[in-house]
């Protein structure tokens, strides 16, 4: 058991905040029931003075593979049009491989738990075109090996762009039964898998029809892009259609569909999505920067539609801090161009730090994920609020969100596990992680 002592406030979830001690076994433990006097039956105790406990986070878009090539030249201020082939290129010339993955992954996950977040999907969209079937299995078993032994959860969305759609059918099949999965998550809840293409924009109906069908099989959850300019703008070129039209053909708006970005839609789209029950992701650090626009979080969010916070891949957002992209959500939402024309409003911090944790997990289909209440997964941050970038702070709570940023948390715990301690990687040396990649790069 694990008890996190004299916290000033416990961020339990978006309606409940409590403070002093918060213990973990394997799940958050009841206060009521366990754990006794302060020091009694824990094995091991941190520190939380003048601190604030949340749930871990849970970035619920990412792309790994891009953290080994993050400000690439020909990447910066450029259309997607020519940030594809860039990143394509430097793909190509490095090799996508076990080894490469492994490298990447490693560093993308070792990033999220300094960083605070607990939780990452992985759409891993770009696999070697050439390799057979098995190789496909042994990288995602290299991302699965990375994110485990650095210690974070790990949601592996078997992506594809622009790739066979039978091959690709045959390569989620060949991984879900890989592993040993129940409505594709482990027996310890450390890995889910799931599947989706990139967008209509790169794959058509046949991959997202065929990724269906392997989902449908598997009970794995679907997840995919859309409404980005690239988006809007092939699918009008390539079908006369706005994407979520095809999508909704393709049998991809549902319940069981998280969509990233979300950034150009229309007020009927909003309307219909709600009606879906599809949930989504927004993406404010890559949106931004690629000059897409701000997605209507606070509409979407009023229509129904739940939405998680992702930070996107180090191709377009170069960092992997879902707290930084959670203030970054804050400052652009009051830009957001509504459907009528209108300006956004401002996002609130518990809304957003509620998005950057349970929204993620709900669209993951994960309850026991992104709160504290008794019998979630034993997942927390601790974060410092007691030096100089949080005084004078009337809010802490809001404050974590809105001061200091770049802040990482002091402690992180996973399943219970101590996985950062005063500010340091515990499960792996971070710099032999950054050697690995260099290496791998290099060669
Ligand atoms: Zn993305």
Redesign the pocket.
Known sequence: MLRIEGAQAIVVDRDTETSGDLLLGDAVLDPARGGGERGGGAAETLDASGCIVTPGLVNA?H?LLQSGFRTLPGTRGVPMADWLPAMAAAYGAAGIDASLVAATASVGVAEGLLSGVTTVAD?MLNWDHGSPVEDTVDVAHAIADAAASVGGRLALVRGSAREDPARVAASATAIAESFALTRGVTADGMLQLAVGPAGVHSDAEATFRGLGEVAAAFGLRRRT?ANEQVDVAIALDRYGRRPLDLLEDWGWLAPDVTI??LVGVTDDEIGRLAAAGVTGTH?PG?DVPMGWGVAPVARLRAEGVELGL?T??GG?NDAGHLLADARLAMQVSGLAVLPDGTAGPQLDARDVLSMATAGGAAGLGRPELGHLRPGAAADACVWDVSGVADAGVADPVAGLLWAAPGRRPRHVVVGGRVVVRDYALVTADERELVASLNARLAR
């Open positions: 878009h792309h759409h892009q990233a970005h993406a890559c992702g996107s891949g377009s």
